[in-house]
């Protein structure tokens, strides 16, 4: 019999806020532990909370670009449980009144349609600290770093919409490339600053009662979301094949091992016990204020690849390439403000860009050469003062940091194309003189195919100038040499 | 000196009759001699305050100082006093000593109070008697062997046996109102919003407010004065104009009306209060004031909303006592529930251990309707009793508490006779509005009785006016609690 | 005492020992056995003497969370904290470097 997947994804993303949702303490990554971790954040006697605007606008924007109702009055609630990388004993969110209501995001599927996932809400609430268990302590102790205690995150909960792991992938990196794009969140997954946690249950086809389900926490890369769910799923249809039955858990999976297990920390039914927070009131966003935020969003990724295609006469797939990843929508336009050509720009990118990027496995926000020296590269072809094929030699010495710019590069290595027609008629000669036989080979063949057979003596003329030389008057000055040899 | 009110210093420290350092120093002296009667500090600061006073009669001498420059106070020990233990009358916090200032602790140093140090109080605020305190109980200056009323005991007691001029208190359901009245003094509870809760260990956060007990409502007025203000670090305080609540002490009363809710004079009230709250009320109308019969027909209820409410906030609040970042840790914990489960059952004491039982219950799955939401739904049925009420009258008055001072141990085996203590004083504090309690005359036992004015949202203005002009036509306020030869020895050598 | 218990309208013992029990573990007390019938009976009049909520009429009565009804201040987002590691760490009963230490968490 045939299984069918439901899943349902929870996306915990960190807000790009300089601050903590209620507290002035910094959010910067990679603080040594609890340097940045106040008194409000240590959940020290008699501190009190207040609420960040900022965490507010971001989460309004987010709510604004999927389309959902906006919660112009929200609460915020404790949730209670004790844990050691939690101080006050419960966590500040949202239940029945978040910020973001219902909402939804299409996302493309391999085969081109798409498909939409609908958002059941998004809501704010303060991320927890980290649990060290080991490090520069006590063996069988463990090490709370609070630093992240009170970094803002919105939790954006999915309905369960999704099919199988591509669409969960492609779920997850459409909110990836959308947050980032809005600017509320770094996108910096190896970092913790996007997780998921995915709800799985399986059913037999056809079915119409959701299966039980479990929930893997804590997903941190897209790939090891994609790997947890097949997992997962081969799991539970194993057990259900087996005639065993799916306990609801929550499940942590281990990337190194390519194993997951349940949590031992959540086996027992937790009690919540939620209650509006008396120290924070309710949050009343005005008409006025959703608007101003509303005016303040940057371009979002659909509008800006129907752009791409208006403005720069980019093929629709091209621009959805550049325009899904908002930092290489801002280097693609960045270099064609300094060159003026959208194709060549477009072809660079995406084409020598990315693979070298790929290679070493850098994001574009880490690539070595600038949008001003990749213009200066493709100033240069255009300007015929170096071939393609000179160009990515220029590229390769930008990559290496051999320069700081495209034409100092080609300075220095002397790349510059030689077009002084003196010169190239000399070249031209000398490669006549020693091509005997393919001379001879020239004159005898049919006037129709001799074209073809200029190849032959172009490479030699490039292979003597280094690559150098500019092809096309090579190309003239040949055809009018041979012919006068015909 | 210690006779003398916050008034009187204000114009012998003027007229140089003695300084602030020989104040602080009689004033810690006397501590030293008497407290071991009643038990009214947990820790005295004395370095700490002959500094203060010093840098004050600097000020004083300089001929710029405020009001409350260089006169002596005590601070609740809930208050967060950087460098100074703030113990919250608790094992769990025996060891805690904050690293900042409660805003009011700030407020009162930056208006140049000299503070004796830190009183005492029932654990966590949880309590009326300051008999559940860590610390031991502390004792009513009145009449030994009779509490001092709480939570905020130590600070009455304090201020009643004038081991300070006046102190600092807060007030989650009468918490600075009933121990005013057990101990002769003016307390002040302000409109929530009023005073900054910034530093002030929460009990019950939408209940909790912090204000002055005094000898009188124009001391009362003078502390409030320097502790008001609106703080961004507290999302709950409120940016509104502050009064000079000096200004308006001595304004007429004629014609106020004087709301008398019936539901506080039935069953329950002792004669003695009866008696002297009507005679008090009987003062007013002589001055001028009309007193008209009013309903607030859900008192009733204050009681049982009150102990769901505030119980499922404290259930949260003192979460964070958890023996990882500050306060008791149990010994050897073999793990993490050990050290959780064990750090708390040792650092909390019995009445903070059922608060926190009960508000979890409240709170818990399948409950929270019928009690948690159900209570905050009766909380607005009284919040509408008053809103109705003072459509019809400027003040409302009555009892502070159905009896005088009790006995040490007469109630702290029955919770729930101990609860039934705050009828008159909750539903103030569950509507968010202000009140104050002033002494009203003796019992024929010789125990202090308060009478009770509520006002309506920021009205303190008119409570201590109100409070004021009773206290310049009577002499209540006036009497002192009898104290041992020790303090008579010191009288004479003044 | 007018103000009796008996004013109001019991409910015979609602919670038992294990409730207790389940209470004391979701709030992390531990309560010795020889403590619980104790604790049970103070709990169970607490409750006996809440339970007169239930005889109040509250249908549309929109729960009151706040005294004065009032909404939320924003703040501005700045840094206004510093690294006030050793002076918050003060107190702690156990650190090793910077952390707070705890027996081992076991996720």
Redesign the interface.
């Known amino acids: 019999m045939e299984w069918e997947t439901v899943i349902g994804l929870e996306v915990h993303v960190q807000l790009a806020?300089?601050?903590k949702i209620f507290?002035?303490?910094?959010t910067q990554f990679g603080a040594?532990?609890?340097?940045?971790?106040?008194?409000?954040d240590?959940?020290?006697?008699?501190?009190?909370?207040?609420?960040?605007?900022?965490?507010?606008r971001y989460a309004v924007m987010f709510g604004l670009a999927i389309d959902a109702d906006i919660g112009q009055r929200s609460v915020f609630e404790?949730k209670?449980y004790?844990?050691?990388?939690l101080?006050?004993?419960?966590q500040t969110t949202q239940l029945d009144a978040p910020i973001v209501g219902a909402g939804q995001i299409e996302i493309t599927l391999a085969d081109g349609s798409t498909k939409a996932i609908r958002i059941h809400h998004a809501h704010l609430e303060e991320d927890a600290g980290k649990?060290?268990?080991e490090?520069?302590?006590?063996q069988?102790?463990?090490?709370?770093?609070?630093n992240r205690a009170g970094t803002p995150l919105i939790e954006i909960v999915s309905e369960p919409d999704i099919s199988n792991s591509d669409e969960a992938v492609a779920f997850a990196k459409k909110l990836h490339s959308l947050v980032i794009a809005l600017g509320i969140c770094d996108g910096e997954m190896s970092q913790g600053s996007m997780r998921f946690d995915v709800n799985i249950s399986v059913r037999h086809k056809g079915e119409e009662k959701l299966g039980t389900r479990t929930e893997t926490k804590n997903l941190n890369s897209f790939k090891f979301m994609e790997e947890a769910i097949a997992l997962e799923v081969e799991r539970q249809i194993d057990v259900l094949e087996d005639g065993g039955s799916i306990r609801q858990e929550t499940r942590?999976y281990n990337a190194d091992t390519k194993t997951a297990r349940a949590?031992?920390?959540k086996e027992e039914a937790n009690?919540y016990?939620?209650?509006?927070c008396?120290?924070?009131?309710?949050?009343?966003l005005d008409d006025a204020y959703i608007d101003s935020v509303r005016q303040q969003m940057p371009e979002l990724p659909i509008a800006r690849c129907q752009r791409f295609v208006d403005e720069y006469a980019l093929s629709a797939y091209d621009a959805a390439i550049l325009s899904d990843n908002t930092h290489i929508a801002n280097y693609f336009e960045a270099t064609v403000k300094q060159c003026n050509d959208a194709k060549l720009s477009a072809n660079w990118i995406m084409g020598e860009v990315s693979a070298r990027l790929n290679a070493e496995e850098k994001t574009i926000t880490q690539s070595p050469i600038n949008p001003t020296q990749l213009a200066g590269v493709i100033a240069r072809i255009k300007d015929n003062s170096i071939s393609n094929k000179i160009a990515k030699q220029v590229f390769d010495g930008l990559w290496l940091g051999e320069g700081d710019s495209a034409d100092t590069i080609i300075e220095a290595k002397g790349l510059k194309q030689v077009s002084d027609s003196g010169a190239l008629e000399s070249m031209v000669d000398e490669v006549i003189a020693n091509s005997g036989a393919q001379i001879e080979n020239y004159k005898k063949a049919d006037p129709e195919k001799r074209p073809k057979m200029l190849g032959y003596f172009v490479g030699q003329i490039m292979k003597a100038s280094k690559g150098q030389a500019n092809p096309k008057m090579i190309n003239d000055i040949l055809i009018k040499k041979l012919n006068e040899l015909v | 000196m210690h006779h003398y009110t916050i008034a009187e210093l204000m114009k012998s420290l003027r007229n140089k009759e003695f300084s602030s350092v020989e104040l602080t120093q009689h004033y810690l002296e006397r501590i030293k001699q008497l407290d071991s009667q009643f038990n009214s500090y947990i820790t005295v600061s004395s370095e700490q305050a002959l500094l203060s006073a010093q840098q004050a009669d600097q000020a004083l001498a300089k001929g710029n100082a405020s009001d409350l420059c260089g006169i002596p106070i005590a601070h609740k020990d809930l208050f967060c006093t950087q460098g100074t233990l703030t113990s919250c009358g608790s094992k769990m916090l025996s060891n805690f000593v904050p690293p900042y200032n409660a805003t009011i602790v700030e407020n009162l140093a930056n208006a140049g109070a000299v503070s004796l140090g830190k009183t005492n109080m029932d654990e966590f605020a949880m309590g009326s008697s300051n008999e559940s305190s860590f610390y031991g109980a502390s004792k009513n200056p009145w009449n030994i062997d009779c509490v001092p009323g709480g939570s905020s005991g130590g600070s009455a007691a304090a201020v009643a046996a004038q081991l300070a001029v006046a102190t600092t208190g807060s007030d989650t359901g009468g918490s600075i109102r009933q121990p005013a009245s057990f101990c002769g003094l003016t307390g002040l509870k302000p409109t929530y919003g009023r005073v900054s809760r910034w530093g002030m260990v929460a009990y019950a956060s939408s209940l909790d407010q912090a204000g002055p007990i005094a000898r009188t409502a124009e001391d009362a007025a003078i502390m409030l004065n320097a502790m008001a203000s609106f703080d961004d670090k507290d999302s709950t305080s409120v940016d509104i104009e502050k009064s000079d609540y000096k200004a308006s002490l001595n304004d007429s009363i004629k014609g106020l009306r004087i709301g008398v809710p019936e539901e506080y004079f039935q069953d329950g009230l002792d004669n003695d209060v009866a008696t002297l709250v009507n005679a008090a009320l009987a003062e007013y109308e002589k001055m001028g004031a009309t007193l008209h019969p009013i309903s607030l027909p859900h008192t009733h209820l204050a009681i049982p909303a009150y102990y769901v409410i505030a119980p499922a906030e404290a259930s949260a609040n003192l979460s964070r006592f958890d023996g990882v970042r500050y306060g008791h840790r149990c010994d050897d914990p073999k793990d993490l529930m050990d050290l959780y489960k064990r750090s708390r059952e040792e650092g909390f004491g019995d009445e903070v251990k059922r608060r926190i039982l009960v508000g979890a219950y409240a709170l818990s799955a399948g409950y929270y309707d019928a009690y948690y939401r159900k209570a905050q739904q009766v909380r607005r049925l009284i919040k509408q009793d008053f809103v109705d009420a003072f459509t019809q009258v400027d003040v409302i008055a009555g009892p502070v508490v159905p009896n005088p001072a009790f006995g040490i141990g007469e109630k702290s085996t029955n919770p729930v006779s101990m609860y039934l203590e705050d009828i008159y004083t909750l539903p103030t504090n569950l509507a968010g509005l202000c009140g104050i309690s002033l002494p009203c005359g003796l019992s024929s036992d010789n125990k202090p009785v308060g009478l009770q004015l509520t006002g309506n949202y920021f009205a303190e203005a008119k409570l201590l006016n109100v409070a004021h002009q009773f206290q310049q036509h009577t002499d209540h306020h006036k009497k002192t609690a009898p104290i041992s030869n020790a303090s008579n020895k010191l009288n004479s050598n003044q | 005492m007018a103000f009796a218990q008996n004013q109001f309208n019991l409910v015979e013992n609602p919670v038992k020992h294990d409730d207790i029990n389940a209470l004391a573990h979701l709030a992390r007390i531990n309560i010795n056995d020889d403590l619980l019938d104790n604790v049970t009976d103070n709990i169970n009049s607490i409750l006996s003497l809440v339970d007169q909520l239930q005889q109040a009429s509250t249908d549309d009565v929109e729960p009151m969370y706040h005294p004065l009804d009032a909404t939320q201040q924003l703040r501005a987002d700045e840094v206004t904290e510093t690294d006030n590691r050793q002076a918050l760490q003060a107190n702690a009963p156990a650190t090793e470097a910077g952390l707070f230490l705890v027996p081992q968490v076991i996720e």
């Open positions: 806020t300089k601050t507290s002035g303490a910094s040594a532990p609890n340097t940045q971790a106040c008194a409000i240590l959940a020290m006697p008699g501190t009190l909370p207040v609420a960040n605007e900022q965490a507010f404790r209670n004790f844990y050691p990388d101080p006050k004993g419960y649990s060290l268990h490090g520069d302590f006590e069988g102790m463990s090490g709370i770093d609070l942590l949590m031992r920390s009690d016990r939620y209650f509006p008396p120290d924070l009131l309710p949050v009343v």
